[in-house]
């Protein structure tokens, strides 16, 4: 079992930025198959960032040049830095790792973005 828990969210003005951690625990070997994904109110799930099968970095068209994954491995620590947030990036944030069979999530954590 892989425990996930995000934290970092909070309310922020438009062209302010937001780390977001993700602490991982449990049955976790490494971080190297973390995302991030959020979710907006009426809308679905979506990827935001993740480490690839390949060891590279995939982005959402929304988040490149202003979003960075980044990992600690030894703290077993995920983060999202999120800089110039819009409006639009307001959303639930969650953490996900996939640790053979099966794909974890955090709770989540809620981000708003103020114009």
């Known amino acids: 079992q892989v425990y996930l828990v995000e934290s970092g969210g909070g309310l922020v003005q438009a062209g302010g930025s937001l780390r977001l951690s993700c602490a991982a625990s449990?049955?976790?070997?490494?971080?190297?198959?973390g995302g991030w994904y959020r979710q907006a109110p009426g809308k679905q799930r979506e990827l935001v960032a993740r480490?690839?099968?390949?060891?590279?970095?995939e982005y959402a068209d929304s988040a490149k040049g202003r979003f960075t994954i980044s990992r600690d491995n030894n703290k077993n620590t995920m983060y999202l830095q999120m800089n110039s947030l819009k409006p639009e990036d307001t959303a639930d944030y969650y953490c996900?790792?996939?640790?053979?069979?099966?794909?974890?999530w955090g709770q989540g954590t809620q981000v708003t973005v103020s114009s």
């Open positions: 480490f690839t099968s390949i060891g590279t970095t």
């Open positions: 996900t790792v996939d640790v053979y069979p099966r794909t974890y």
């Open positions: 449990g049955s976790i070997v490494s971080l190297n198959l």
